[in-house]
């Protein structure tokens, strides 16, 4: 039987980069112990030899085998003790039109995004329950509620982890654990390295953002924490969308400029 953690326990998947990393940096800068998971061997050795990888114990995985996930879990329980907070921050973004994308993209996306959450929560929920205060935050995407083209297999998968969010704050809450998710938009991340050097792109997106910038890892960061944290003790299946206000509209002019016809439109009742 695994001792009683002198500090509290995070597992975050993901970790080696972007806003895993961020999180898990976050999470040891709180006094926790960090469960650190990701497929990156070189990602997770770079993460250790950081000043905060003494705080941390690493897991090599890929979330897409999904049948190793709930024994990972124990493992993890076994050798470090019972999560605090899990954070299900790994994805996969694999884009293509409806009729050129096949079962192996489909079920990728599936397993990686959604079904890896539901095994991990399997393992780690029995022993969540005996922690004071155990929360799950889900990485979810602001397309679970808004979607790009080609973006099927990963829309759904993000819609789905939505759904499995407030089904599990229903299932868990007798138990004291919360359940919640936060929604990013644009981040800048590795994985949009080659978008963000596009500067055509780059430029033209940052028109449909109404704060005018790329959100940081370290703000999502800020998020996972506090909903993880006593701070928001009393949250539960709820859905934190972090894009800089881009689901809620845009301007017309930040896009097309000032036009007479946009003015006009905007002076007339109707």
């Known amino acids: 039987m695994a001792k009683k953690p002198r500090h509290p326990i995070a597992v975050v998947t993901g970790a080696a980069s972007g806003i895993g990393k961020a999180a898990a940096l976050r999470f040891v800068s709180e006094g926790y112990r960090v469960a650190a998971v990701d497929r990156s061997k070189p990602g997770l050795a770079r993460l250790k030899r950081t000043k905060a990888g003494q705080a941390m114990e690493t897991y090599l995985c890929d ?43 489909w079920l990728c996306s599936l397993n990686v995004n959604l079904v890896a959450a539901a095994a991990l929560a399997r393992g780690f929920v029995p022993a969540m329950k005996r922690v004071k205060g155990a929360a799950i935050v889900n990485v979810v995407s602001r397309n679970a509620l808004s979607s790009s083209p080609r973006a099927s297999a990963y829309d759904a998968s993000k819609a789905g982890l939505l759904a499995l969010t407030r089904t599990l704050c229903v299932e868990l809450g007798e138990h004291g654990i919360r359940v919640n998710a936060v929604l990013p938009g644009f981040i800048d991340t590795p994985v949009h390295g080659d978008l963000l050097k596009d500067r055509v792109y780059a430029e033209n997106y940052l028109k449909l953002i109404p704060l005018k910038r790329f959100g940081k890892s370290e703000e999502m960061a800020n998020i996972i924490y506090f909903l993880a944290s006593d701070e928001s003790s009393f949250i539960s299946g709820q859905g934190i969308i972090a894009d800089g206000g881009q689901i809620s509209g845009q301007s017309y002019e930040g896009i097309f400029g000032k036009r007479k016809s946009l003015q006009k439109r905007q002076d007339t009742n109707g």
């Open 63 to 105: 979330l897409a085998e999904t049948a190793s996930l709930t024994p990972l879990a124990k493992q993890i329980v076994s050798e470090m003790g019972a999560p605090r907070a899990v954070v299900n921050n790994a994805g996969v973004c694999l884009y293509d039109s409806i009729t050129e994308l096949t079962d192996e993209t």
